[in-house]
């Protein structure tokens, strides 16, 4: 008889484990952003944000959204639509010239800022193939992408002669080279 009851003991033991686990969600594939934490502190599906109990309702934004897809540092894709974007590395080894069309130089580097945002192009300028060159911090608000047929060539708000003249900058050390 003992061994009926401990046997049948443990069978209830079991069977409300099985409904406990039951009753909990299955988070298998839900994404990230559908999961919250209800009273208890267990992990849930938000069913206002995730209707499907699995994904996020679209929005209405095209494409892949960070937030949507429950990584908020992600850039949404809507923010590349339309837009006219560039990388540094259209920029760095670029010529530029003079709004008079005057070949000053090349973008040599980029000035960053802490906060990401881009501070000052770093122009080659009055030298021969590298030689004789100095670096000029020009302002980002000075340099316009313009498009000449099938290609782009930056165009530079200065004078060849500004910008002969201008403050050398020094990379290395990141700051003006004084005279």
């Known amino acids: 008889m003992n061994k009926t009851l401990i046997a049948l003991s443990a069978a209830a033991g079991l069977f ?83 709004k008079a069309g005057e070949d000053i130089g090349e973008v040599n580097d980029m000035i960053i800022s802490d906060n990401g945002k881009i501070n000052a192009a770093i122009l080659g300028v009055g030298g021969f193939l590298g030689i004789g060159e100095k670096d000029v911090a020009v302002s980002m608000n000075s340099i316009d992408v313009v498009v000449d047929g099938s290609t782009s060539k930056l165009v530079v708000d200065a004078t060849k002669d500004q910008l002969n003249s201008a403050a050398a900058y020094d990379r290395a050390t990141r700051t003006y080279i004084v005279k």
């Open 16 to 98: 409300a484990l099985n409904a406990s686990s039951a009753m909990a969600q299955d988070m298998t594939g839900v994404d990230p952003a559908c999961i919250v934490k209800n009273a208890e502190g267990k992990d849930v599906v938000d069913m206002a944000k995730c209707p499907d109990g699995k994904t996020l309702a679209q929005s209405g934004m095209s494409g892949m959204s960070g937030e949507r897809a429950g990584y908020a540092w992600m850039v949404p894709a809507d923010a590349f639509t339309g837009a006219k974007i560039m990388s540094a590395s259209d920029f760095i080894g670029k010529r530029v010239y003079t």
